[in-house]
């Protein structure tokens, strides 16, 4: 069946550093792919999607591009704040319209 | 704000008790999802409505558990017979049936502590 695959954590930077998260996905077609972001104490909420391949997502600066060749969809930011601290978790919506999520990474930012 | 509603937002409750959570959706989304989520997991997919109808079923639903959205409203879900192992964050979600737009709008779930 389909599935998530993302890089495990924590993952700690400091203030102003760059991010990556690996996320890979198994799936039949092309399915729509989501960055959700968990904040301590919060619901989880959207972060940013792509529904079609070379497709660029990007929120709050955050981009990830569904990328077809290699079945990734990597979070990156640039500069990355203490406000980001957050758990960040990759998911594909599927032929029935539900989400299959990864296991989800914890980012820790230092100032 | 009329985001996802869950009740209650906690419960704790002896090993073999029955509970149920309620959740209410944001009013003009046809689907509804329940999800279980374990410390340092993704959320897993448990159960989906389109309407009042309950199109799909996880294996981990076991016969304990039991959804309903009646009138295609609001939904509750329904542990029978709990166990320490169904301890746990319930989360709920709803969304338009569109794979093209489909964001799901999560709850702020409801965390389960069996005893």
């Known amino acids: 069946g389909d599935s998530v695959t993302q890089m495990e954590g924590p993952v700690t930077l400091s203030e102003e550093a760059f991010l990556t998260i690996n996320c890979t996905y198994t799936?039949?077609?092309?399915?729509?792919l989501f960055w959700y972001v968990q904040y301590p104490g919060e619901g989880l909420q959207l972060l940013l999607k792509?529904?079609?391949?070379?497709d660029k997502g990007s929120n709050k600066g955050f981009e990830a591009t569904y990328r077809k060749e290699t079945t990734s969809f990597h979070l990156e930011k640039g500069s990355v704040q203490v406000s980001d601290s957050a758990v960040y978790f990759c998911?594909?919506?599927?032929?029935?319209?539900?989400?299959?999520f990864g296991s989800g990474t914890r980012l820790l930012v230092r100032p | 704000d009329t985001g996802v509603s869950q009740n209650p937002r906690h419960k704790i409750t002896k090993r073999g008790q029955n509970v149920t959570f309620r959740c209410d959706p944001i009013?003009?989304?046809?689907?509804l999802y329940w999800y279980r989520q374990t410390l340092g997991q993704g959320p897993e997919f448990l159960t989906y409505?389109?309407?009042?109808?309950?199109?799909?079923k996880s294996r981990l639903l076991s016969d304990r558990f039991s959804a309903e959205r009646p009138k295609g409203s609001f939904s509750t879900l329904e542990i029978q017979r709990t166990e320490q192992g169904d301890s746990a964050m319930y989360l709920c979600?709803?969304?338009?049936?569109?794979?093209?737009?489909?964001?799901?709008?999560f709850g702020e779930g409801s965390r389960l502590t069996v005893l």
């Open positions: 979600a709803s969304s338009l049936a569109d794979r093209e737009t489909g964001e799901l709008f």
């Open positions: 799936a039949t077609g092309y399915p729509s």
């Open positions: 792509a529904t079609k391949a070379d």
């Open positions: 998911a594909l919506m599927d032929s029935s319209y539900k989400l299959i």
């Open positions: 009013s003009e989304h046809n689907r």
């Open positions: 409505f389109q309407n009042e109808a309950q199109l799909e």
